[in-house]
């Protein structure tokens, strides 16, 4: 385990604790796909206190860990996340942004980026969710993505198509297994898949996974880091040489 990781696990267990010792919930940061690996790692001695994950919306990559239980402390509490709409003041004369560029001004500020969760982009808006602490200071503060002038506002609810949808794509497989369907899906060859998995850079419903023979069945989510991520939506019987026809969604 690196410093980093020991680091990050003392402050899991320091939350937990509190949050059990004090009756109250006890909040992370957002918490890279690495860090909550690390957390399902140590799931066993850390759940003792009742633990909830939430990033602000179903199916999010970056997310807080909620520590608390419902039912012994007796009361419900939101997670402290804001919704942040980022919008061209000039749709005519906007740059064409993307997520880079979104993330770049927000970081010029001086923002870290554990405040900061996922970022969806839509028709050239961004949809960015972030600790409410820090809400108020981006609103305030975030004028401009490149040089394009934007306004920034705090909104109640995340427009239904703006986390985006995937594309479906149908793949034929000699197997449901993991490292085949990574090549596939990515294009890579066997030996560049199998890299991804040596350089920890796959994670198998949030969770790091170096298991390349690890089947999938419907509903997994796969992120490979630097390429994205997918969803086996389900299997689609063979094709007439005998490989396995896989329908998955695609982001």
Do not use: W
Request: aromatic share 10%; glycine share 8%; with cysteine.
């Amino acid at each position: 385990m690196t410093d980093e990781e020991e680091l990050m696990l003392r402050h899991l267990k320091d939350l937990a604790d509190k949050s059990y010792a004090n009756n109250h919930y006890t909040f992370t940061e957002f918490l890279s796909l690495a860090d909550q690996s690390l957390y399902y790692e140590h799931e066993r001695d850390l759940k003792f206190a009742g633990v909830k994950i939430y990033g602000g919306a179903q199916g999010t990559e970056r997310n807080v860990i909620r520590f608390g239980d419902p039912k012994n402390l007796g009361y419900e509490e939101d997670f402290p996340i804001s919704i942040i709409s980022i919008t061209p003041i000039s749709e005519k004369f906007a740059d064409d942004l993307t997520h880079r560029d979104f993330l770049g001004a927000l970081m010029n500020l001086g923002i870290k980026r554990e405040v900061l969760g996922d970022i969806f982009i839509k028709d050239n808006k961004a949809y960015l969710f972030a600790l409410s602490k820090m809400a108020g200071f981006i609103t305030d503060n975030l004028t401009k993505v490149r040089h394009t002038t934007c306004l920034a506002k705090e909104i109640t609810e995340l427009p239904v198509l703006a986390a985006g949808e995937g594309k479906e794509k149908l793949i034929q497989v000699a197997s449901p297994r993991i490292d085949g369907v990574v090549a596939k899906v990515y294009n890579l060859s066997r030996g560049d898949a199998a890299e991804a998995f040596r350089a920890r850079k796959v994670f198998l419903n949030g969770r790091l996974t170096e298991n390349v023979s690890a089947v999938l069945k419907s509903g997994d989510t796969v992120t490979v880091r630097g390429f994205g991520k997918f969803i086996l939506k389900n299997e689609g019987g063979l094709s007439r040489k005998g490989k396995t026809n896989l329908n998955v969604e695609v982001f």
